[in-house]
């Protein structure tokens, strides 16, 4: 191709002359070469040993003193489902109220008004700074403060008949949720680019609008993973609620273990059915961030 | 100095425009009319406050002095003898139809298609159905030479495809003047041209635009009229190639060397 070594004092008539190298790279395609994959020798041993630390577990508690067959019989035993579905529900409702207060306390802080914003910040200050189990106490025995409630002129009643256990855990919970939950909305809204909502304005969209059409869409995407963690959180903060006497799913098998003393074959129900309804909130959540990433990248590494 | 010269009508007109940003004087004293069809372009050194005269326009940034009309009605205020009302926020959006904004960054909504980021204005906003507006957007988009990437996420589409769906999610709305913040600035220099083009079409087909730009030669072109500013202030107005082949001041002479330099 181009003349060897020494060439290059040679005055040249071409356009630029290439400098001359001393060897030629050589000629290869790497796609007509067979490819070796890397060996990925950590990932292989770390697969060979969580296999052998699950299969240790496992051989553990099965020769451990645990009558499965019993943990079997309950899984499906009315009382347990009850509780099941007792903290299913609970854990929804506390969850809509909590995301309801929540975006609505997040967007009052976010707000010009200062009357707006100083609530919101009062209202996180409470439910964040005390223990929800003290929370759920001074619902349950608002009676001991106010003996009847009432609206003037339509009526009113004793107040221990107005807040049962059910009143008194939707109260605490979602309170409580909801303060926790406007933490996690507002992060999402700051996450939006400031240039969205100039965009949003330019169209000639009001707050409202803008809000529910342009950026609380791409919120969601940022606030879903930590929202799965607060909904999780929550299933299992349903079982404080037993203290006041709300019947969810650790109460129940509780109730059963008093009356038979099979106190681990029970605990494994519950441990049981837990997992099964995290594993469901798990794949909604899935579901959740595909809709919601529309037109974004997907966050998964590739390699 | 004359900005009054052949203009009929203003339908943008800011009398002694300030604007402070805490102690800085982003504007000052800038007095700019712009007449139905017009097209004209601010340029200037980066600082000069033009971005901010155009956010002004359409209420991103309220004024501190002087006063600015856009299509007859005083901008951001109601006149009340002595006194002026700030505006309620629906009034504030009512205004913000009658002009279209073009971003340096685009600022498509990602989580739509071209074609949603389109329809989003005149559904939500003007109330049209969505049929009526997904045909008018699908003909927008043909019109800025994107009818096959409709259904496209922003992400997926090059600098200058999403400033053109930009132009086109501006124009669903029917504006009366079309803002222009830098449009080109943001883009890879191969993909100028295509913005460059639909502005001049646009341009051509009567829109009335205010552009602010750092492409001189689509001003010569396209600009009925240039407007120099620097720190804050309007320096100079005058055709495009009066300005720019024999400018008055000092600085617009210094500022269009330093650019000439760079092409």
Redesign the interface.
């Given at each position: 191709m181009s003349p060897a070594s020494g060439a290059a004092a040679v005055p040249q008539t071409g356009p630029s002359p290439i400098p001359a190298r001393r060897e030629a790279a050589p000629e290869v395609d790497i796609s007509k070469m067979i490819l070796v994959r890397p060996r990925r020798w950590g990932r292989m041993t770390a697969v060979v040993a969580i296999l052998l630390i699950l299969a240790w577990l496992v051989k553990a508690f099965a020769e451990g003193t645990i009558a499965w067959d019993v943990t079997g019989e309950y899984m499906f035993w009315p009382t347990v489902l009850a509780g099941v579905w007792g903290t299913i529900w609970m854990s929804v409702a506390c969850m809509t109220m909590g995301i309801v207060i929540g975006v609505v306390c997040a967007v009052m802080r976010g707000s010009p008004n200062p009357v707006l914003r100083w609530v919101a910040i009062g209202y996180q200050w409470f439910f964040r700074g005390t223990p929800v189990v003290l929370q759920l106490l001074i619902w349950f025995n608002l009676a001991l403060v106010f003996p009847y409630m009432g609206i003037p002129g339509i009526g009113s009643a004793r107040t221990v008949d107005l807040i049962t256990p059910i009143v008194a855990t939707l109260l605490g919970l979602g309170l409580n949720q909801g303060a926790y939950t406007s933490e996690v909305v507002r992060a999402g809204l700051l996450s939006v680019d400031r240039g969205q909502y100039e965009a949003a304005q330019a169209i000639g969209m009001g707050y409202w609008t803008s809000l529910r059409r342009i950026v609380l869409p791409q919120a969601m995407r940022v606030v879903i993973p930590p929202l799965g963690n607060e909904f999780i959180g929550l299933v299992k903060m349903t079982s404080l609620a037993s203290i006041i006497g709300f019947s969810d799913l650790l109460r129940s098998v509780q109730d059963v273990y008093y009356l038979n003393a099979r106190v681990i074959e029970l605990l494994m129900v519950a441990a049981a059915w837990y997992l099964v309804v995290v594993t469901l909130l798990s794949i909604g959540q899935s579901a959740l961030e595909r809709r919601f990433g529309r037109g974004f990248a997907s966050g998964v590494r590739t390699e | 100095m004359n900005t009054m010269t052949a203009i009929d009508r203003p339908i943008v007109s800011g009398r002694n425009v300030g604007k402070l940003f805490g102690d800085f004087r982003a504007l000052a004293d800038v007095s700019i009319d712009v007449a139905e069809g017009e097209v004209v372009c601010i340029i200037g050194p980066s600082g000069s406050g033009k971005t901010t005269f155009l956010r002004c326009i359409?209420?991103?940034e309220r004024i501190d002095n002087g006063a600015l009309w856009l299509d007859g009605e005083l901008v951001g205020f109601r006149l009340d003898g002595d006194r002026i009302h700030p505006l309620p926020?629906?009034e504030i959006?009512?205004q913000?139809?009658k002009?279209?904004?073009v971003?340096q960054?685009f600022?498509?909504?990602?989580?739509?298609?071209a074609l949603q980021n389109v329809t989003?204005?005149p559904v939500?906003?003007?109330g049209e159905s969505r049929a009526a507006a997904t045909a008018r957007a699908r003909a927008l988009l043909a019109r800025v030479g994107l009818a096959d990437k409709a259904d496209s996420?922003?992400?997926d589409l090059s600098g200058g495809q999403q400033q053109r769906t930009a132009i086109a999610?501006?124009l669903?709305?029917n504006p009366k003047v079309m803002l222009f913040d830098e449009p080109t600035s943001a883009l890879d220099p191969e993909l100028v041209g295509e913005v460059l083009a639909v502005m001049k079409d646009l341009a051509r087909e009567g829109m009335t635009m205010i552009v602010v730009t750092h492409e001189l030669g689509f001003a010569r072109e396209v600009a009925d009229r240039v407007v120099f500013m620097d720190q804050g202030r309007v320096v100079e107005t005058g055709a495009a190639a009066d300005l720019m082949d024999a400018p008055k001041e000092e600085r617009t002479r210094n500022f269009l060397r330093s650019v000439s330099h760079k092409d």
């Open positions: - | 359409n209420q991103l926020d629906a959006a009512r913000r139809r002009t279209g904004m971003f960054r600022n498509l909504f990602p989580h739509m298609t989003e204005g939500q906003v003007l996420y922003p992400k999610r501006a669903a709305m």
